[in-house]
């Protein structure tokens, strides 16, 4: 069955780092464009950055843009997002997705993972 696993996350400081890895298996991953999605208590889903199948283009939310990168090893089936200059606003439930209808746009017939629990706070 298809599965995308997220992990990495956790507890850290202002201004920290963190790196996040979404582990795919039982579809073809390289393939698939792929996003991170993220969403904070009482607010909606919040479209955070995507990459191609191949992984020359990527995309950032304005709100990340700068500090946060994403990255894929196809031969690992590996999709990561590094984050750089984590800030209190950046504590939310990170989500992996595939982008079949359109790179940046996940929707319920993409397959999503379960998410990484990420907190921000001194």
């Known amino acids: 069955e298809v599965q995308l696993v997220e992990s990495g996350g956790g507890l850290v400081q202002p201004g920290g780092s963190l790196r996040l890895s979404c582990a795919a298996s039982?579809?073809?991953?390289?393939?698939?464009?792929m996003s991170w999605v993220r969403q904070a208590p009482g607010k909606g889903p919040e479209w955070v950055s995507a990459?191609?199948?191949?992984?020359?283009?990527?995309y950032y939310a304005d709100s990340v843009k700068g500090r946060f990168t994403i990255s894929r090893d196809n031969a690992r089936n590996t999709l990561y997002l590094q984050m750089n200059s984590l800030k209190p606003e950046d504590t939310a439930v990170y989500y992996c997705a595939t982008d079949r209808k359109a790179m940046g746009v996940p929707d319920d017939d993409d397959y999503w993972g379960q998410g990484t629990q990420v907190t921000v706070s001194s």
């Open positions: 039982g579809f073809t991953f390289g393939m698939y464009d």
């Open positions: 990459i191609n199948a191949g992984g020359a283009y990527t």
